[in-house]
């Protein structure tokens, strides 16, 4: 009697742990394919960004509920692990790239998530690119753009009638002289340690979709990032038209390099400095069981220090076209072209195209979501 009531008793203590843990939901998207490139050899790569990830919910009652997100970014075509953290982590490797955050949601006043979240400036911009600023179609970006930012706390507001409300404050690196690592001693005396926050501001409610967002990274020398977007539909198309102004000074998330390939200037080590202006003017437009994609991208840059620049300012513009055809509700096939025409071989450096002044790029693949 005695081992059947202790029995009774465990099983009824699990089904209490049973009904208190998250609902967890399992997602991801693979996607692989060939790319051209000019000045390249083909290369298997991605369209969309291949993540593997574990969202959890945990209703706590009263309206609220409990949060969290792992996820990882990784290439599918060898295995390896995306993920860059910056000086304040010795430049590791980010294992949980896309994210990593638990928090607080509630009904009535919105979430909060502490840890590992998406940048609201690059996700609420993006949206405006019908490329969703993925492959060889999508916009150009800012030396700055941060996809996800670490340390930080970020706040959602409810959708008040298609208008929402966000906000992000992130932690610098620990600049404290007894035991900062020798990168993040580096940010210090280069005065180049502050904390980053951010505001974005938005309307989409039916046709008509509108955002504005202020960033400034953690431990960027307070550079920042600014930009503006507009949307509308009509019929089976979508017309969108964004702008996006960056003041760079030479640091990404604590590192000097800046983010470019060729880090600084071997005369004078310093950061690479600039100003970036750029403009986008996009066309979706649902064709059958697909999408055509086409941009206008122009691009400004100036006030550029750090490395052998010539001139003052200097332009790009980039044309780009595709088209995705959904094979279902999970699967798709795309094929995406763009050219990029740069005013001279420097400019086509200082974004990543070594010795050119135009690419065209070339994309073909398939995509699949769970």
């Not at 050899?41 to 574990?54: A, L, P, S, T």
């Not at 620990?174 to 974005?200: C, H, I």
Request: no cysteine; aromatic share 12%.
């Amino acid at each position: 009697m005695k081992k059947t009531l202790i029995a009774l008793a465990v099983l009824g203590a699990a089904a209490g742990v049973a009904h208190a843990q998250s609902n967890v939901t399992i997602y991801g998207i693979v996607d692989t394919g060939f790319i051209k490139l000019s000045g390249q050899d083909i290369k298997m790569g991605e369209n969309v960004n291949n993540r593997i990830g574990f969202r959890g919910v945990e209703d706590l009652g009263s309206g609220m509920k409990a949060t969290f997100e792992l996820e990882k970014r990784f290439e599918l075509a060898d295995g390896t692990l995306k993920g860059y953290s910056g000086a304040e982590n010795n430049n590791k490797t980010t294992d949980w790239d896309g994210a990593a955050n638990v928090g607080l949601k509630g009904d009535a006043w919105g979430a909060v998530r502490l840890g590992r979240v998406n940048e609201l400036t690059t996700e609420t911009i993006r949206k405006m690119d019908p490329f969703y600023q993925y492959g060889v179609g999508g916009m150009i970006e800012s030396t700055l753009r941060s996809a996800r930012i670490s340390n930080t706390v970020r706040y959602d507001s409810p959708n008040w009638s298609g208008f929402h409300f966000g906000a992000t404050y992130s932690l610098g690196g620990n600049v404290n002289r007894d035991s900062a690592n020798a990168a993040m001693l580096n940010v210090l005396n280069n005065g180049a340690d502050n904390d980053g926050y951010a505001v974005s501001l938005g309307y989409d409610n039916g046709p008509l979709a509108l955002v504005g967002n202020w960033s400034r990274l953690a431990d960027s020398n307070k550079s920042y990032n600014w930009n503006l977007g507009a949307a509308y539909k009509f019929g089976p198309a979508r017309v969108s038209l964004a702008y996006e102004h960056t003041k760079d000074k030479g640091w990404y998330l604590g590192d000097p390099n800046g983010g470019y390939d060729d880090a600084t200037n071997p005369a004078t080590n310093l950061p690479i400095t600039s100003k970036q202006d750029n403009w986008l003017l996009g066309l979706e437009w649902t064709l059958g069981p697909g999408r055509l994609n086409a941009s206008v991208n122009y691009a400004k840059v100036k006030d550029v220090q750090g490395m052998d620049w010539t001139g003052g300012s200097k332009d790009l513009f980039k044309y780009a076209l595709g088209y995705t055809y959904n094979l279902s509700k999970r699967t798709a096939i795309y094929g995406n072209v763009a050219y990029t025409d740069y005013d001279d071989k420097q400019l086509g450096e200082f974004y990543g195209a070594k010795n050119r002044d135009s690419v065209t790029g070339v994309q073909v693949g398939i995509t699949h979501k769970f």
